[in-house]
């Protein structure tokens, strides 16, 4: 069974930093682009973030380009996404997506990050 | 303002069939697959439709997508009661070099 699961949400000030964790299990991690998605309270899903299966090439939404940074370790199954210079508008729900060839074919549970003084 | 246009809303009745619409331009619906996804209250989002049309193993076939030139939709028919969530369509942008998403159509089932 594929499982997801994201960890290292939590409440930081503005202009703090945090790293989120995606540990994946249930198929071979290395074969898999992955992506992050969030969803501010009450509001829609925004792509955040994706990198290729080899790590290789990323991607990332203009609103967090240059103060985010997706990598992997495919040897630990585990996906990040470091976040500087976080914003009141960076406050969301993030989860981590597994992207297979006609989408985002499974998710996490979710990691909420709450940004505020 | 999402670049994918979803109405906000959408209702029927019990058994009724609804259908969501979602908009796009050249440079993602008219040339890209999409795909939809179910977000129950408080739950991640789940996959519905890949690839325009295709459902993954599980869903049942009261889902159904289709597309035409930049637009696609989605059809629930047999509504039950399970399926009141938000749905969204997704698909890569060219333009913009990466996924987009719809707003979101919250269905309510009367």
């Known amino acids: 069974e594929v499982q997801l699961v994201e960890s290292g949400g939590g409440l930081v000030q503005p202009g703090e930093s945090l790293r989120l964790s995606c540990a994946a299990s249930g198929f071979t991690f290395s074969h898999y682009g992955m992506h992050w998605v969030r969803q501010a309270p009450g509001s829609g899903l925004e792509f955040v973030s994706a990198i290729t299966n080899n790590g290789v090439t990323t991607y990332y939404a203009k609103s967090v380009k240059g103060r985010f940074t997706i990598s992997r370790d495919n040897s630990k199954n585990t996906l990040y996404l470091q976040m500087d210079s976080l914003r009141v508008e960076d406050m969301a729900v993030y989860y981590c997506?597994?992207?297979?060839?006609?989408?985002?074919?499974?998710w996490g549970q979710g990691t909420l990050v709450t940004v505020s003084s | 303002q999402s670049v994918l246009t979803q109405p906000p809303s959408a209702s029927e009745t019990p058994g009724q069939r609804v259908t969501i619409s979602c908009s796009g331009s050249?440079?993602?619906?008219?040339?890209?697959?999409v795909s939809w996804y179910q977000q129950l209250p408080g739950t991640a989002p789940k996959p519905l439709i890949f690839n325009n049309n295709q459902r993954p193993s599980g869903v049942p076939d009261r889902f159904s997508g289709s597309k035409s030139g930049t637009s696609v939709s989605l059809a629930i028919s047999g509504l039950q009661s399970e399926d009141e969530a938000d749905y969204y369509c997704s698909v890569w942008d060219d333009s913009l070099n990466g996924p987009v998403f719809g707003g979101g159509t919250k269905v309510t089932v009367l």
């Open positions: 050249s440079s993602n619906i008219g040339s890209n697959p």
């Open positions: 997506a597994r992207r297979g060839s006609g989408g985002y074919d499974n």
